[in-house]
């Protein structure tokens, strides 16, 4: 199946700081990603749409200019932390569909951030 | 509201049983239902696939059921291992096209030796 690749795994952070997660395909060219927010024995939260080449579109109570999101490329779309907080503390994943296998979600491995 | 429903606590067998696991939804009409395994401190990999019109799929030891008028799925584990021991968690879409997939909180499966 597809791979979608996800950096940093873990990341820590002082309250105040950025925080830049990147998620690529690695095999296939992605026209939409995903971005899921996950807190722990919860279920995973849609927190953003990314669309190659325009804005991303944000799930209702989602902050578009805390949560940047950019989608470059076919195989690269970014999810900036802005002035991370401890609240901001999750597990967040990204997503993708390969056209070939358009009804399943391959998801990258997932990014722990800790905000100090 | 839309709501997907998993059984929150945790999943006990023993090495060698059949583990099943259910999904309920509610206020849904899905065109197809999806179930994921989820391991710690990862993100969930694609398991199965069952349309509306299919009431049963398999793959190797898995086996799920998709029951659409009591909007209940269950996902079967055969001859369980250690290994299978993960989240599970199940995932719906609304339509056809690429509408978003929304996923129940996930039953955690403890296969013991």
């Known amino acids: 199946g597809a791979v979608v690749s996800q950096h940093p795994s873990r990341v820590i952070c002082k309250s105040g700081t950025s925080v830049k997660i990147e998620c690529r395909s690695l095999?296939?060219?992605?026209?939409?990603m995903f971005w899921y927010r996950q807190f722990p024995k919860q279920s995973l939260m849609l927190m953003a749409t990314?669309?190659?080449?325009?804005?991303?579109?944000?799930e209702q109570g989602v902050e578009k200019d805390k949560f940047l999101i950019n989608h470059a490329s076919l195989t690269l779309s970014t999810l900036t932390v802005t002035s991370a907080h401890p609240e901001d503390s999750s597990f967040y994943i990204c997503?993708?569909?390969?056209?070939?296998?358009?009804?399943?979600?391959?998801f990258g491995s997932g990014t722990q951030l800790s905000v100090l | 509201s839309q709501k997907i429903e998993q059984n929150s606590e945790a999943l006990n067998i023993q090495e060698g049983k059949t583990a099943t696991l259910t999904c309920n939804y509610t206020?849904?009409?899905?065109?197809?239902l999806q179930w994921y395994r989820q391991d710690p401190g990862r993100g969930p990999v694609f398991l199965l696939l069952?349309?509306?019109?299919?009431k049963e799929k398999r793959k190797e030891r898995l086996k799920v059921t998709f029951d659409t008028t009591l909007k209940q799925s269950l996902f079967h584990i055969t001859a369980s291992q250690p290994a299978d021991s993960a989240t599970y968690l199940c995932?719906?879409?609304?339509?056809?096209?690429?509408?978003?997939?929304?996923f129940g909180k996930g039953t955690m499966l403890l296969v013991s030796p």
């Open positions: 069952i349309r509306e019109n299919e």
């Open positions: 206020n849904y009409s899905p065109a197809y």
């Open positions: 095999d296939f060219q992605a026209t939409t």
């Open positions: 995932a719906l879409e609304l339509g056809s096209g690429y509408s978003t997939l929304t």
């Open positions: 997503s993708a569909r390969d056209w070939a296998e358009a009804e399943k979600l391959f």
């Open positions: 990314s669309n190659e080449g325009s804005k991303a579109t944000y």
